[in-house]
């Protein structure tokens, strides 16, 4: 009885140490994702911002463009 009582024990011990275990695996995860949800954002952001300055670019160009056409042509029906 004695004996299986010290076994009952160590196990309880053991099952002990294994969720201290879980908990610290646990909270190692939730750092790592957290740290990698942060770096993603970040590029995600950084990305944006790129393409929002190609997008300005884009617009500006379209703006004079439009400028260009917008002003009248010369045309060869005026001095017929």
């Given at each position: 009885?004695?004996?299986r009582?010290?076994k009952?024990?160590?196990?309880?011990?053991?099952l002990q140490?294994?969720?201290?275990?879980?908990?610290?695996v646990?909270?190692?995860?939730?750092r790592?994702?957290?740290?990698?949800i942060?770096?993603r954002?970040?590029?995600?952001?950084?990305?944006?911002?790129?393409?929002?300055?190609?997008?300005?670019?884009?617009?500006?160009?379209?703006?004079g463009k439009?400028?260009n056409?917008?002003?009248?042509?010369?045309?060869k029906?005026?001095f017929?």
């Amino acid at each position: 009885m004695e004996k299986r009582l010290v076994k009952k024990e160590e196990i309880e011990k053991q099952l002990q140490e294994i969720v201290a275990l879980i908990e610290q695996v646990d909270a190692k995860m939730e750092r790592v994702i957290a740290d990698v949800i942060e770096e993603r954002y970040a590029q995600n952001k950084e990305h944006l911002a790129h393409l929002e300055g190609r997008i300005a670019g884009v617009e500006r160009r379209l703006d004079g463009k439009k400028a260009n056409a917008e002003r009248p042509l010369p045309s060869k029906l005026y001095f017929v």
